[in-house]
């Protein structure tokens, strides 16, 4: 399909999801509350088909950082916070979850994956009292042209051009051009053409 044919698209379904979209934009931006971005994250997610594809692009257009009308966003997928920055011709498989991140432009991401706002969801030190814990969230940066395997769990950045293998974690970061196996996952270096 033509970028300018899906940019119309996307930008029709605007005027079904503008109010879900201000509804979760106001708050986060007035008072930092997801809360409503969570909801409509979700619940748009659930919506199957080309038609849902669309609305989720509309929608995120509207709610992230930085998004490009080119997204595409599988069923049961959504980005849980609105802080994320999306690049071009970016694809999300069904059942993802995309976490604090910035994504480069030509990235696919297959079913179930997971990417974390870092590997310290939790706080990082063992305690017992859970609600004394801050979280230590930081951005996952996904480089350029990568392409991550279904199942996978990525909770620290990856260079331009990286392969995460099917069902691999991702715990340190990585250099651009590598393929990571494994978990948790070790780099090996790609041929050079």
């Known amino acids: 399909m033509r970028y300018e044919t899906k940019r119309l698209i996307v930008y029709c379904f605007y005027l079904l999801v503008w109010p879900?979209?201000?509804v979760s934009w106001l708050p986060y931006k007035l008072f930092r509350s997801e809360v409503a971005f969570d909801f409509f994250s979700k619940l748009?997610?659930?919506i199957p088909g080309k038609i849902g594809q669309y609305i989720r692009t509309a929608f995120y257009k509207m709610t992230l950082t930085e998004c490009h009308y080119d997204l595409m966003v599988g069923f049961?997928?959504?980005f849980s916070h609105p802080t994320a920055k999306v690049g071009r011709k970016v694809g999300l498989g069904s059942f993802t979850i995309v976490g604090i991140s910035n994504i480069?432009?030509?990235?696919?991401?297959?079913?179930?994956?997971?990417?974390?706002?870092?590997?310290?969801?939790?706080?990082?030190?063992?305690?017992s009292d859970a609600s004394s814990q801050e979280t230590q969230d930081e951005t996952v940066i996904i480089g350029d042209g990568c392409w991550i395997?279904?199942?996978?769990?990525?909770?620290?950045?990856?260079?331009?051009?990286?392969v995460v293998?099917?069902?691999?974690?991702?715990?340190?970061?990585?250099?651009?051009?590598?393929?990571?196996?494994?978990?948790?996952?070790?780099?090996l270096k790609m041929a050079e053409n």
């Open 20 to 22: 879900f979209g201000l």
């Open 149 to 162: 395997g279904e199942g996978a769990i990525v909770m620290a950045s990856l260079g331009r051009q990286c």
């Open 76 to 78: 049961c997928s959504f």
């Open 104 to 127: 480069g432009k030509n990235v696919m991401i297959s079913s179930r994956v997971s990417v974390l706002g870092s590997k310290y969801q939790y706080g990082n030190t063992m305690q």
């Open 165 to 187: 293998s099917a069902g691999s974690v991702v715990t340190k970061p990585s250099q651009d051009h590598v393929v990571a196996i494994g978990n948790p996952a070790r780099y």
């Open 44 to 46: 748009l997610s659930l």
